[in-house]
């Protein structure tokens, strides 16, 4: 079974930057869907950016647009999320989600904490 592990998040004062990374071990990247979500209290998780296998798009919430950019380096089997001018709102807890389409299945990371200072 696959896991995801996130590692990456810390404190930050506003402006700075945060590289966020997410080890698939175990996880297929024949035919997927992998991203971020993050969760900050009191409100639901919601989508921050992924990249989807089909039709091969990387796709950002309206927020993440122009500052995050999400990849994938398939010789470590990681999906890395650079986060730059970061924002107080900003802070969350943020998961890495996974979709083997080929299984199915679906599989989240524990999460990595994400603090942005004013």
């Known amino acids: 079974e696959a896991q995801l592990v996130e590692s990456g998040g810390g404190l930050v004062q506003a402006g700075g930057s945060l590289r966020l990374s997410c080890a698939a071990s175990?996880?297929?990247?024949?035919?997927?869907?992998i991203g971020w979500f993050r969760q900050a209290p009191g409100k639901e998780r919601e989508g921050v950016s992924c990249?989807?296998?089909?039709?091969?798009?990387?796709y950002y919430a309206d927020s993440a647009k122009g500052r995050f950019s999400i990849s994938v380096d398939r010789a470590r089997d990681t999906v890395n999320l650079q986060m730059n001018s970061l924002k107080p709102d900003d802070t969350a807890v943020y998961y890495c989600?996974?979709?083997?389409?080929?299984?199915?299945?679906?599989?989240w990371g524990r999460g990595t904490q994400v603090t942005v200072s004013a």
């Open positions: 989600k996974g979709v083997d389409y080929g299984a199915p299945s679906d599989y």
């Open positions: 175990g996880f297929s990247f024949d035919d997927y869907a």
């Open positions: 990249i989807d296998s089909r039709p091969g798009n990387t």
